[in-house]
C-alpha cells in the first residue's frame, strides 16, 4: 500500500558527508512520522533519527550535532544529511513512515523502506 524507495547511500572517507534521501508512496492520506533507523553487522537495528509531520525531531545520542533530519511533507520524501562521519556509522540504513492510507477507513500503516548501505572508511 505504502512503499518507501531510499537513496543515497555509499562510501565515504571518514569525516566526509552523505545525504540520504526517502520518497514515501502509494494511497496516501497522511504520514504522521518518518524516520531512519540503521543496522550494522552483528548488531540489532538502532534509531537514528525521526521527524513528525510538525517538524518535531528525535535523534540518537550518537549523531547529535552531526546528523540532521528534515521532511518535505508536499512530496512525501525525509532526508537525512550525514557531516563529520565516523567509521562507526557504517551499516544500513532504513527509512520508515508512519500515518494513514488514503481508503474508506483511514487505516494506519507503517512501512519500511529496503534499506541503503552506507560505508565510512578510516
Known amino acids: 500500500q505504502v512503499q518507501l524507495v531510499e537513496s543515497g547511500g555509499g562510501l565515504v572517507q571518514a569525516g566526509g558527508s552523505l545525504r540520504l534521501s526517502c520518497a514515501a508512496s502509494?494511497?496516501?492520506?497522511?504520514?504522521?512520522?518518518m524516520g531512519w533507523y540503521r543496522q550494522a553487522p552483528g548488531k540489532q537495528r538502532e534509531l537514528v533519527a525521526t521527524?513528525?509531520?510538525?517538524?518535531?525531531?528525535n535523534y540518537a545520542d550518537s549523531v547529535k550535532g552531526r546528523f540532521t533530519i528534515s521532511m518535505n511533507n508536499a512530496k512525501n520524501t525525509v532526508y537525512l544529511q550525514m557531516n563529520a562521519l565516523k567509521p562507526e556509522d557504517t551499516a544500513v540504513y532504513y527509512c520508515?513512515?508512519?500515518?494513514?492510507?488514503?481508503?474508506?477507513?483511514?487505516?494506519?500503516?507503517?512501512?519500511w523502506g529496503q534499506g541503503t548501505q552506507v560505508t565510512v572508511s578510516s
Open positions: 520508515t513512515a508512519e500515518g494513514l492510507v488514503r481508503d474508506a477507513f483511514r487505516r494506519p500503516f507503517g512501512s
Open positions: 521527524i513528525t509531520s510538525s517538524g518535531s525531531t
Open positions: 502509494g494511497i496516501i492520506f497522511s504520514i504522521d512520522l
